[in-house]
């Protein structure tokens, strides 16, 4: 209990709906922090069941790829990890994850990822044809 209202309190401005939105906590940390603060965070919060805290798949999965897209690999990863820690059965959040390992030169890390985002939905084609083109390069 203690930890989440340190960190409501701290980041009582950007509160919605009276809630604070887990990814703008987890950026802060990662940005300011690194991602080993921000991994010890999250589970921390995850201890505590996210006690007011706003979790939003689309807004991990936003700020992963903004990560992404500055070539910051390692905490694109770790939100795209956290995304499928909590919505284990989302068939992106496990593409999301392969696509930042790829980029980040982890082949099996990624073809395990979209493997996986395959056999929870055999109709996602990004990720079949992403993982071809893995294997194709092999």
């Given amino acids: 209990k203690r930890l989440c209202r340190r960190v409501q309190h701290r980041f009582r401005f950007r509160a919605r709906f009276d809630q604070l939105a887990l990814g703008e906590v987890l950026l802060e940390y990662v940005e300011n922090r690194g991602v080993e603060a921000a991994e010890k965070l999250f589970a921390e919060l995850k201890s505590e069941n996210f006690k007011g805290i706003y979790v939003e798949q689309s807004q991990l999965r936003g700020l992963g790829f903004s990560l992404l897209s500055q070539q910051k690999f390692a905490g694109a990863i770790a939100f795209f990890r956290w995304n499928t820690e909590l919505f284990p059965q989302s068939s992106g959040a496990h593409e999301n994850l392969g696509e930042a390992y790829a980029k ?20 996602n084609a990004s990720a079949a044809k992403e993982l071809a083109d893995l294997k194709a390069a092999k």
């Fill in 104 to 123: 980040n030169g982890q082949r099996d890390l990624a073809m395990a990822s979209f493997e996986k985002a395959i056999a929870l939905d055999p109709k």
